[in-house]
């Protein structure tokens, strides 16, 4: 990272990406990629039976689905980058430049999947009737085609996130695009979305239809009986992305699904999601058999569960690729594998321009305050380890927040004083013990400098201000590499 | 460059020519920009109408019709910032990321802040009669929204700003401390006039083709909506001739003074002062001769736009030029010393080049 870094340390980085981008999922799955098509379907179908009822619920769902899409849907899409650029610059930084044509292409979609959906609701009450209504049926199939053209564009990015195949060596987009992943990613995810749709409408329905109707039954039925097709679909498209997922990204499972704490429970859970599929399958199934239908609130739980399950999907693909954020190229801490060796022979902070300093508790939490120039040597360290923590773990860990260093400092090392002697070896062959942890990336004296820091964490709380607090200063180049100088002198 | 921040860039290759990207970045963001005026004016408008209507009926009307504008106006607006967002985010990768670091909790919380302001601009609209007689709760959901519309620009012209002043990126404290860097404040100005200016004419477009028949019943006549639109578009446009200089003159030093950029700046001033005069014109004509010069207004406004985004750019391109010479020195640099040092690791850590 060779960026001011922009850091959160108690909400933790990821949890500000994964905030955002949950909620993005959810909303382009659950109210454009899979709602959009039926009602489409549901418009068309009250066109062909000339029921004004279904074009009523249709129009009344669309609204939702127009009025959530079109705020939190499209600004979370936009501040998925935005989280992203502030959390991992160079991993956003290194996609736009791979895959700067899709998402161009998808930018373009986009628009027009805007301006559908714009025209589709506006015009409802309008082209009411004869052409004009048959020629509004197509502006909803042509919406729903565009909103799925849009997920099959990104899908390849998230695919390429987690193996990017042959751009390794051919550094095409092409082969980006086509990843192993790519394909069996977007199985799963098309029907998935469809699934979702429909547990979203069976919820709104009752809103929407008098529950003494005998309409709110035949609706629910139909739109249930769209979700049962779909999750078949949702089966088999989800084995084949996972028998398509590397076989050492598999070793993440257990951490991904539970955290590190929780792991041992890994089986525990899987029962526990297989009978919420079975139970949201179950709610599905009696709409459909039930004479008398099924009471509104019994809804919530097939909504709430199909979200969580999403959310948690969401999680374990965005952790299991670890200790990459982009397979195989980049780690997630924003440094390229084939930075490693120079950072190694040189050092880390050699390459860093940004520094931030030591704040006043940081200092007086100090283990041991030598005196005279000793003290300024036990600071200069000490500014060495944080701005190594800072550009080597900040993405992912805080010191005392969420996923804190400290948290994992006291498991390891119980209330023994965390000096580097004791956890210096630990630190130096952390990924090997945790296969999701990247390489330390420096020297061994910046190792050193690390742990030293570490050390106080056991006796200070205080959260770490970010760059966007605290601001950053130049590096102090202590360990900078002499051959950089004269470029420097050129300045 | 002495105590100026050299970063690394990302070294991977520019994916597309850096033309298109240019292109990209300054036309789809003045499409973008004027949208964003038409949703913030109307919203600064409709807000103003609706509380004049409180005493005169016929203003809430008017208010109601600006309102239906800002949601459509405000979806456009989004879609249309993500193209240059994607060319930023490509020519000046280390630039836009360092201002975004540097005042990242504000900006961040233009993602939640937008989305409020929009929901409670759908709010407004779609709830105008179930409130009619809770005018101050209906007022206020457009007030709030006003006030974060107002606020949301702050956070951007802050960041596009600080971006050019490498120097400032090891000096700056947080979001306030960039906002008071010179050029934000008139700026914002800039901007902030600049809505009810734009939406002026998007009145006019609005009104232009409603016959006497549709207007019946309205308060207003067809003549008279066209004034009004087209002084909303005049007076703040004509206050822009002294906060435009006001924000050309304090923008980042530039090591050389371009005269393509004084040049272009200076012929957008021509224009402008060309349509204002077109604009006095149009103001003060007869009922059925109002509105026959709105295309001359119109291509006269985008070519004061497009000068307007071409001074931009080539302002931005020169203050940064310097510094970015040498951010490609050194990212060329450390990839060399890197694939040295990979090479030099063999066999034990196998390299491989992008």
């Known amino acids: 990272m060779d960026f001011p870094v922009f850091h959160l340390d108690i909400l933790g980085n990821r949890a500000l990406v994964a905030i955002i981008a949950i909620l993005h999922v959810l909303v382009n799955h659950g109210l454009a990629v899979g709602l959009m098509p039926l009602i489409a379907l549901m418009e068309w179908h009250g066109v062909r039976k000339n029921d004004p009822r279904w074009d009523n619920l249709a129009y009344r769902i669309l609204f939702v689905a127009f009025i959530i899409t079109t705020t939190v849907g499209a600004l979370t899409g936009v501040g998925i980058w935005f989280s992203v650029s502030l959390v991992n610059p160079y991993s956003i930084g290194s996609l736009i430049r791979v895959f700067f044509w899709a998402w161009f292409v998808e930018w373009l979609v986009f628009i027009t999947e805007v301006c559908l959906i714009l025209a589709y609701t506006l015009t409802w009450k309008k082209w009411a009737s004869g052409e004009a209504k048959r020629r509004h049926v197509r502006l909803g199939f042509a919406l729903a085609t565009f909103s799925w053209i849009t997920m099959a564009i990104i899908v390849s990015i998230l695919g390429f996130m987690m193996d990017p195949g042959n751009w390794l060596s051919e550094n095409t987009l092409l082969a980006g695009f086509t990843n192993p992943i790519y394909l069996p990613q977007l199985a799963f995810r098309t029907p998935l979305a469809a699934a979702m749709a429909g547990i979203v409408a069976l919820f709104l329905v009752p809103f929407f239809v008098d529950r003494h109707d005998p309409f709110r039954l035949e609706a629910s039925r139909a739109i249930a009986l769209w979700t049962l097709i779909a999750s078949p679909f949702v089966l088999l498209g989800g084995w084949w992305y996972y028998s398509v997922i590397p076989g050492t990204m598999m070793e993440n499972l257990a951490v991904s699904a539970m955290t590190l704490q929780f792991m041992g429970w890994l089986n525990d859970f899987l029962w526990i999601v297989a009978l919420t599929v079975l139970a949201v399958l179950i709610t599905v199934q009696l709409t459909i058999v039930s004479r008398r239908g099924v009471p509104r609130f019994a809804y919530l739980l097939p909504l709430l569960a199909v979200f969580w399950l999403t959310g948690h999907f969401e999680r374990v693909r965005e952790f299991i690729r670890k200790p990459y954020v982009i397979g195989r190229y980049m780690y997630a801490n924003g440094l390229r594998v084939e930075d490693y060796p120079l950072l190694r022979r040189d050092g880390l902070l050699a390459y860093t321009t940004y520094s931030i300093p030591l704040s006043p508790p940081e200092i007086t939490a100090m283990p041991d305050r030598p005196t005279g120039t000793g003290y300024q040597g036990a600071i200069e360290r000490l500014q060495r380890g944080k701005d190594v923590f800072m550009t080597a773990c900040s993405r992912c860990h805080t010191t005392n927040g969420v996923n804190a260093v400290a948290t994992h400092m006291q498991r390891m090392f119980g209330d023994r004083p ?25 020297t061994q004296e910046e190792l050193f400098d690390l742990a030293t820091y570490l050390e106080l964490l056991q006796r200070s709380a205080t959260a770490v201000a970010g760059a966007q607090q605290a601001g950053s200063v130049l590096a102090t180049p202590p360990g900078r590499s002499t051959a950089l100088r004269p470029l420097e002198g050129r300045q | ?339 040295e040092a990979a090479r030099a690791s063999l066999p034990a850590e196998a390299p491989r080049s992008p």
């Open chain 2, 1 to 339: 460059m002495n105590g100026v921040p050299i970063p690394r860039d990302i070294p991977l290759p520019m994916p597309a020519p850096e033309g298109l990207l240019v292109v990209v970045l300054v036309i789809f963001f003045l499409m973008h920009i004027a949208f964003v005026n038409f949703m913030v004016g109307g919203a600064l408008l409709s807000f103003y109408y609706e509380l004049r209507g409180l005493r005169e009926r016929r203003y809430d009307w008017l208010a109601h019709e600006i309102a239906s504008t800002i949601t459509a106006n405000k979806s456009i607006a989004v879609v249309l910032g993500v193209g240059p967002l994607l060319a930023i985010n490509t020519l000046y990768t280390v630039y836009f990321y360092t201002a975004n670091a540097l005042t990242g909790t504000f900006w961040i919380s233009i993602v939640p802040l937008v989305v409020v302001a929009f929901l409670l601009t759908y709010a407004h609209k779609y709830l105008w009669h179930s409130l009619e007689r809770h005018k101050l709760l209906h007022l206020s959901l457009i007030g709030l929204a006003c006030l974060i519309f107002l606020f949301i620009p702050l956070i951007f012209l802050t960041n596009v700003n600080l971006m050019l002043l490498p120097r400032q990126w090891v000096e700056v404290r947080g979001f306030f401390s960039a906002l008071t860097l010179p050029n934000v404040l008139p700026r914002y100005a800039h901007f902030v006039i600049a809505c009810p200016a734009m939406t002026g004419l998007l009145l006019v477009w609005l009104f232009r083709r409603r016959s006497t028949a549709q207007l019946a019943g309205t308060g207003f006549t067809r003549d008279e909506l066209l004034r009004t639109g087209y002084r909303w578009a005049l007076w703040p446009t004509m206050a822009q001739f002294v906060v435009g200089p006001l924000a050309l003159f304090t923008l980042p030093a530039t090591p050389l003074v371009d005269p393509a950029i004084l040049g272009v700046f200076g012929a957008s001033i021509l224009l402008a002062l060309w349509m204002c005069l077109v604009l006095y014109v149009e103001t003060n004509r007869a009922a059925e001769r109002i509105g026959k010069s709105f295309a001359s207004v119109c291509a006269l406004m985008v070519a004061v736009l497009v000068l307007m985004g071409a001074g931009r750019h080539l302002h931005r391109e020169a203050a940064i030029a310097p510094h970015r010479e040498l951010v490609r020195q050194k990212t060329e640099d450390y990839v060399r010393r890197a694939e």
């Open chain 1, 418 to 442: 965390w000096s580097p002697s004791l956890t210096l070896d630990y630190l130096s062959n952390m990924h090997n013990a945790q296969p999701y942890m990247p390489p330390f990336p420096g």
